[in-house]
């Protein structure tokens, strides 16, 4: 019973969120709904799927004539996928496979099967199958503790954290920041079950650095009034990755929607504690996107120094560098592309972020071009190329430059979401495509020697790629430069043959006006 307790209530049934809080009466106030649905904040295509694991709010709608989702409720059989109850059939979407490779499997079907589990839901759900009963609590008001493989996630209650005295220092991550009996909770502990998870022990690949000295108490935090601080609302413990490069960071946005997935919440009534040892701050150039996630500021851990905190919900994130996560330097098999995971992570965070789709309009095709004010990779005949493409009747094309300082980034994102065709240099800005829709391509310019790095978080999004080709018409400036390694192509700049860009670029435009969902497509059917 005591196992069911743990699972039952601390993994799945219970949500962190005011969702589960605001759970109605079976008589409401007469005129008034019964459920604050405006809570639930989701892309419509999502709620259906909310609806199936959140059965208690379905039940509710069915009979509440206010409920704005009663449309809804004939499709409670959509599933994520990795549900239990979930029917292939019935999965938010599955990813396609055009060949197989060899190197990882022999057929089509057993292709997307490894795709999906590497990259998609089924990711999700082998986090989810991995939770094991850590410290496990002997009444209902005791701590516990349940981790995922390697302490890669864990969800702590009663959590206890004795930050008084504490030394902090340059190092972000220290190992041993903790000693016994600073963290830890009343349950019984499994030290042996513990200690066997630290193979992965490294600061944004595991917890278990943080979570080695979680002691057995023989006292309950909260219930015996040993805590300075008793934080009511979840709390979402992160590891960040480097906040001034989009590609880094929206790693640790990906694993905190990946651990909102295995947590069944999506809650905005949540505390972010960024886990930062040092006495450093932390520069975010992408701050505005905690919005999706949360109601309130990020909390450096150093804000609770020389205090007991106690945490009633404690969530330690998947991380950006995981072995085998996402999607810093995931291997993938190749020939499959389009999970339904990163499409649903980008309709997520630009619903939440209140960027919309505005077009196309007048029958263009809107073609962007990201500039680069860096040192290297510029593209020196930038304005040659966009003149070029000035020729083409049918093309809205802009040029821009995402300087932090000159452009907000969720002005960023407006650019990029309203964007068929995008084209870049290898870098970190090609990390918007994202946020393109579904039906656009991305024009890695040049990668530079790194092949596979946006041609994967292409794939992974599902919008189209491609990518300059041959290398007797691209001019570098010189061999590059990098400060140790040498001659190096991403430290130096290059220009580009003209008839080749266009080449390519019309490429790109055949596929998105071929797209099924690219929008004057439809009006070209219609009529």
Same mark, same amino acid.
Not at 176 to 181: A, L, V
Not at 324 to 351: D, E, K, M
């Given at each position: 019973?005591?196992?069911?307790?743990?699972?039952?209530?601390?993994?799945?049934?219970?949500?962190?969120? @005011?969702?589960?809080?605001?759970?109605?009466?079976?008589?409401?106030?007469?005129?008034?709904?019964?459920?604050?649905?405006?809570?639930?904040?989701?892309?419509?295509?999502?709620?259906?799927?909310?609806?199936?694991?959140?059965?208690?709010?379905?039940?509710?709608?069915?009979?509440?004539?206010?409920?704005?989702?009663?449309?809804?409720?004939?499709?409670?059989?959509?599933?994520?996928?990795?549900?239990?109850?979930?029917?292939?059939?019935?999965?938010?979407?599955?990813?396609?496979?055009?060949?197989?490779?060899?190197?990882?499997?022999?057929?089509?079907?057993?292709?997307?099967?490894?795709?999906?589990?590497?990259?998609?839901? $089924?990711?999700?759900?082998?986090?989810?199958?991995?939770?094991?009963?850590?410290?496990?609590?002997?009444?209902?008001?005791?701590?516990?503790?349940?981790? @995922?493989?390697?302490?890669?996630?864990?969800?702590?209650?009663?959590?206890?954290?004795?930050?008084?005295?504490?030394?902090?220092?340059?190092?972000?991550?220290?190992?041993?920041?903790?000693?016994?009996?600073?963290?830890?909770?009343?349950?019984?502990?499994?030290?042996?079950?513990?200690?066997?998870?630290?193979?992965?022990?490294?600061?944004?690949?595991?917890?278990?650095?943080?979570?080695?000295?979680?002691?057995?108490?023989?006292?309950?935090?909260?219930?015996?009034?040993?805590?300075?601080?008793?934080?009511?609302?979840?709390?979402?413990?992160?590891?960040?990755?480097? $906040?001034?490069?989009?590609?880094?960071?929206?790693?640790?946005?990906?694993?905190?929607?990946?651990?909102?997935?295995?947590?069944?919440?999506?809650?905005?009534?949540?505390?972010?504690?960024?886990?930062?040892?040092?006495?450093?701050?932390? $520069?975010?150039?992408? @701050?505005?996107?905690?919005?999706?996630?949360?109601?309130?500021?990020?909390?450096?851990?150093?804000?609770?120094?020389?205090?007991?905190?106690?945490?009633?919900?404690?969530?330690?994130?998947?991380?950006?560098?995981?072995?085998?996560?996402?999607?810093?330097?995931?291997?993938?098999?190749?020939?499959?592309?389009?999970?339904?995971?990163?499409?649903?992570?980008?309709?997520?965070?630009?619903?939440?972020?209140?960027?919309?789709?505005?077009?196309?309009?007048?029958?263009?095709?809107?073609?962007?071009?990201?500039?680069?004010?860096?040192?290297?990779?510029?593209?020196?005949?930038?304005?040659?190329?966009?003149?070029?493409?000035?020729?083409?009747?049918? /093309?809205?094309?802009?040029?821009?430059?995402?300087?932090?300082?000159?452009?907000?980034?969720?002005?960023?994102?407006?650019?990029?979401?309203?964007?068929?065709?995008?084209?870049?240099?290898?870098?970190?800005?090609?990390?918007?495509?994202?946020?393109?829709?579904?039906?656009?391509?991305?024009?890695?310019?040049?990668?530079?020697?790194?092949?596979?790095?946006?041609?994967?978080?292409?794939?992974?999004?599902?919008?189209?790629?491609?990518?300059?080709?041959?290398?007797?018409?691209?001019?570098?400036?010189?061999?590059?430069?990098?400060?140790?390694? $040498?001659?190096?192509?991403?430290?130096?700049?290059?220009? /580009?043959?003209?008839?080749? /860009?266009?080449?390519?670029?019309?490429?790109?435009?055949?596929?998105?006006?071929?797209?099924?969902?690219?929008?004057?497509?439809?009006?070209?059917?219609?009529?």
């Amino acid at each position: 019973m005591l196992m069911l307790l743990v699972f039952g209530i601390l993994l799945h049934d219970i949500a962190l969120s @005011s969702q589960e809080e605001a759970s109605p009466e079976a008589h409401g106030i007469p005129g008034e709904p019964l459920f604050n649905y405006a809570s639930i904040r989701l892309p419509e295509e999502h709620i259906p799927f909310f609806l199936h694991n959140n059965g208690h709010i379905a039940k509710v709608c069915k009979k509440d004539s206010h409920c704005p989702y009663k449309k809804h409720l004939e499709n409670l059989q959509y599933c994520w996928g990795y549900e239990d109850s979930c029917r292939p059939e019935f999965r938010f979407s599955y990813p396609v496979c055009t060949y197989v490779d060899m190197r990882w499997t022999d057929t089509l079907e057993s292709a997307q099967d490894t795709f999906w589990n590497q990259a998609d839901f $089924g990711y999700a759900g082998a986090r989810l199958r991995e939770l094991r009963v850590l410290c496990q609590p002997q009444h209902t008001s005791d701590s516990s503790l349940v981790c @995922s493989r390697y302490l890669q996630h864990c969800r702590a209650a009663n959590l206890y954290l004795d930050l008084r005295n504490i030394r902090r220092n340059h190092d972000r991550f220290k190992e041993d920041f903790f000693q016994t009996g600073q963290i830890g909770g009343h349950c019984k502990l499994d030290v042996r079950a513990l200690m066997s998870e630290g193979q992965r022990k490294s600061p944004l690949q595991s917890w278990f650095a943080e979570l080695q000295s979680y002691t057995q108490l023989n006292f309950r935090p909260i219930e015996d009034a040993q805590c300075d601080i008793v934080i009511e609302k979840p709390a979402y413990f992160m590891k960040l990755d480097a $906040g001034v490069n989009m590609y880094h960071h929206f790693c640790d946005f990906l694993n905190l929607y990946i651990t909102q997935h295995v947590s069944n919440s999506f809650s905005t009534d949540v505390y972010i504690v960024m886990w930062d040892t040092s006495s450093y701050g932390y $520069g975010d150039l992408f @701050s505005a996107t905690w919005k999706a996630f949360t109601d309130y500021d990020v909390i450096p851990l150093k804000t609770y120094d020389s205090k007991r905190v106690c945490f009633k919900e404690a969530i330690f994130s998947l991380l950006p560098r995981m072995r085998y996560g996402l999607f810093y330097n995931t291997p993938l098999i190749s020939g499959c592309q389009n999970t339904g995971l990163f499409r649903a992570f980008s309709q997520h965070v630009l619903h939440r972020l209140n960027i919309t789709q505005e077009g196309p309009k007048d029958g263009k095709m809107r073609v962007t071009i990201l500039a680069r004010s860096t040192e290297y990779r510029k593209i020196l005949n930038q304005n040659e190329l966009l003149n070029a493409l000035k020729t083409v009747s049918t /093309f809205e094309v802009q040029i821009v430059d995402y300087k932090y300082k000159e452009l907000g980034f969720l002005d960023q994102l407006k650019i990029t979401h309203n964007t068929d065709i995008f084209i870049g240099m290898h870098g970190a800005g090609l990390t918007h495509l994202l946020f393109l829709p579904d039906w656009a391509a991305v024009f890695e310019l040049y990668n530079c020697g790194d092949e596979r790095c946006y041609l994967d978080l292409a794939r992974l999004r599902g919008v189209h790629y491609i990518t300059w080709q041959k290398q007797n018409k691209v001019f570098p400036q010189d061999k590059g430069h990098h400060p140790t390694l $040498g001659e190096h192509p991403k430290f130096t700049n290059y220009s /580009f043959d003209v008839e080749e /860009f266009m080449y390519l670029v019309l490429q790109a435009a055949d596929h998105v006006s071929q797209h099924p969902k690219w929008p004057l497509k439809k009006q070209h059917d219609e009529l």
